[in-house]
């Protein structure tokens, strides 16, 4: 297992690389690019704003939920049993940001870094965000996308969690909306946030963010093909739930 977590500059950057080789029997499927189409799956919630905490983990987790995918219209509520740590009681939960931290909570139990959260702001993982969305009962499972192709194939399906490097660059959006991803920038930690759309006709994806809506173009930005893919190469993730 390969665990990482960039030193964060900032302390929203929350997001640790966790690779675990098991991962690899769970690796999601890939379909021919000529049968991809464009897709943009619409979220159902308002944006997150997780503030100064480290719980990117737990909001994109929460974002994922409360956006469409395939078969699957999200609402504002979900219906959790109860975890063996005690952080949900079972019943129907608002997709708010209460539950984001609460999802971050957990993922902090089950990472089992160095502490847990709170008191300490130990970061997680998409790993855990995938566990704990089968240990609410959300999820009957996940899959890890480990290339564009099996990416843009979940995507066919629904959102994902993506598990990203956080360039310097990338705290702010250009004026048509795009992340800006310049290597040279420097390292400035690790986030988590749901793509939630792409277009293989431009390559250009769409991203939803947890920094409130002043961030991007109402909380979301768009990326290109060239830079998700270098940014995937960078110790890169993407969590693909599977729903009942």
Known sequence: M????????????GRFVRHDPRSLDYAHPEVPEDVRTAVLWDRRIPIFDQG????????AFAGVLGTDSAGRVASGTVTVQADRYGIFAPGTHTLNEEFAVQAYSLNTRIDEFVGYYPPTDTGSSGLAAG?????????????????????????????????????QSMFDTDSDG????????????????IISGYDPAEDVYTIQNSWGTSWGDQGYARVHGADMAYLLAQYGDVVVPQYA
Request: proline share 4%; glycine share 16%; with cysteine.
């Open 2 to 13: 390969f665990t990482h977590r960039y030193a964060p500059e900032d302390p929203r950057l």
């Open 52 to 59: 100064s905490l480290g719980s990117c983990t737990g909001n």
């Open 131 to 167: 566990k704990t969305g089968q240990a609410l009962g959300l999820f009957v499972g996940y899959t890890h996308g480990f290339s564009i192709a099996a990416l843009n194939t979940a995507l066919l399906d629904g959102p994902v969690m993506w598990g990203t490097l956080w360039l």
């Open 178 to 193: 795009f992340l800006v991803v310049d290597a040279r920038s420097g390292n400035a930690g690790g986030h988590e946030l």
